[in-house]
């Protein structure tokens, strides 16, 4: 079975996850807050990119973060420990096999892994079934769909499209963002919400246009060439170019935007 993680687990991935939390920490972050005496789980917690901002964020919580790759939890486990984060327990596991009682976390969050599951749905009621009565789901996805700019490539738009096609085949789905609303609410999520966070960035943006547009989503499309060109989705001459011109829309006259989605729900 593909490993359904596609972007893999090279060292450069761990850097791109690290510069996305930091560029998006505001637009992701600042309107999650949890009460002191919380018990909140995060589901796939990666190498703890947004288990630092989430733990900040709410200092009186207790942040649970579970990740199913051994060297990502132990990464994870590092970062909580520079930080100085007395409140996250980093735990190695797996969200179809949760090792905890149900109905004992009072919130659930889950950022950028329901994209990487082949059975999203199911994974979202067994994580609900793990969060009391009146407790809350956080979950936030990104969509290739959305990935517009200027100026506009047909190369880059099919750099784009490899991505999607090779996270399509590992069974996970990149232009999930969209569908969060019906799949929390196919799960049995109450009062489901869904607000869109579009990132811009133009000339007038360096830092946007540098920690996204070049460090977090070309870095993204970059890192899958190796998988692209072994499959014959591109040539490698118009794959080099399609990632040319994305890393060109981030220069003082380009333009570039991206929506992510970020959903709320609650445990009836």
């Known amino acids: ?39 909140v789980l995060e589901a796939g917690c ?67 892994v329901l994209e990487h599951l082949p059975r999203p749905v199911e994974a979202l009621m067994i994580l609900k079934e793990f969060i009391k009565p009146g407790g809350t789901i956080t979950a936030i996805e990104g969509d290739h769909g959305s990935a517009y700019f200027y100026p506009d490539s047909p190369a880059a738009r099919q750099a784009i499209g490899c991505q999607v096609i090779l996270q399509e085949r590992a069974g996970g789905n990149a232009m999930i963002g969209r569908e969060l609303y019906p799949l929390l609410t196919r799960a049995g999520f109450a009062e489901v919400s869904v607000s869109p966070r579009m990132v811009y960035a133009d000339g007038s943006r360096p830092a946007m246009a540098d920690g996204f547009t070049r460090r977090t989503f070309t870095a993204m499309i970059e890192g899958v060439r190796e998988a692209a060109l072994a499959t014959g989705l591109m040539g490698a001459a118009e794959f080099d170019s399609g990632v040319a011109d994305l890393y060109r829309t981030a220069e003082e006259d380009g333009v570039f935007c991206y929506t992510f989605f970020k959903a709320t729900g609650k445990k009836g």
Not at 23 to 38: A, E, I, Q
Not at 63 to 86: N, Q, T
């Open 1 to 39: 079975m593909a490993d359904p993680y596609v972007h893999g687990y090279h060292p450069r991935e761990s850097t791109r996850l690290q510069d996305q939390a930091a560029t998006l920490v505001d637009l992701l972050h600042s309107d999650t807050t949890y009460p002191p005496g919380s018990l």
């Open 46 to 112: 990666g190498v703890g990119a947004q288990t630092l901002p989430l733990a900040k964020n709410s200092p009186g919580s207790t942040i649970i973060a579970l990740e199913i790759s051994r060297p990502s939890a132990a990464e994870a486990r590092g970062r909580v420990a520079a930080a100085g984060l007395a409140n996250v327990r980093v735990l190695q596991g797996d969200i179809f096999r949760l090792p905890f009682r149900k109905a004992s976390f009072d919130h659930l969050f889950v950022c950028f």
